[in-house]
Nanobody, 123 residues
Framework: QVQLVESGGGLVQAGGSLRLSCEAF???????MGWFRHAPGKQREFVAA????????YYADFVKGRFTISRDNTKNTGYLQMSMLEPEDTAVYYC?????????????????WGQGTPVTVSS
């Protein structure tokens, strides 16, 4: 069993940056990691993911070039660096892990979820 705790969310102006962290308690090894977000009135959606084996990264089209996902397995921590934030990025951001997550962009591919960290982008 692995528990995930996100941090780093907050209020930022449009055009600003935030770095979200996802610390895993328990073994982080062999898990693919993903970030999803849930905005009011919308379904939870895929943001980015990174494979355990290859470190290959995947991004939703709406964040390409603005967000960067990474992980430090020695620290059992994953990150989502967000820049050029827009009001439309306002949401609660969740990290999740799953073994051999496939498809990588579906919530059902991930087994363990954090509680989320809120991000608000003001215009």
């Amino acid at each position: 069993q692995v528990q995930l705790v996100e941090s780093g969310g907050g209020l930022v102006q449009a055009g600003g940056s935030l770095r979200l962290s996802c610390e895993a308690f328990g073994s982080f090894d062999s898990y693919d990691m993903g970030w999803f977000r849930h905005a009011p009135g919308k379904q939870r959606e895929f943001v980015a993911a990174i494979r355990w084996t290859t470190q290959m990264t995947y991004y939703a089209d709406f964040v390409k070039g603005r967000f960067t996902i990474s992980r430090d397995n020695t620290k059992n921590t994953g990150y989502l660096q967000m820049s050029m934030l827009e009001p439309e990025d306002t949401a609660v951001y969740y990290c999740a892990v799953g073994r051999d997550a496939e498809p990588i962009d579906l919530t059902t591919s991930f087994d363990h979820w954090g509680q989320g960290t809120p991000v608000t982008v003001s215009s």
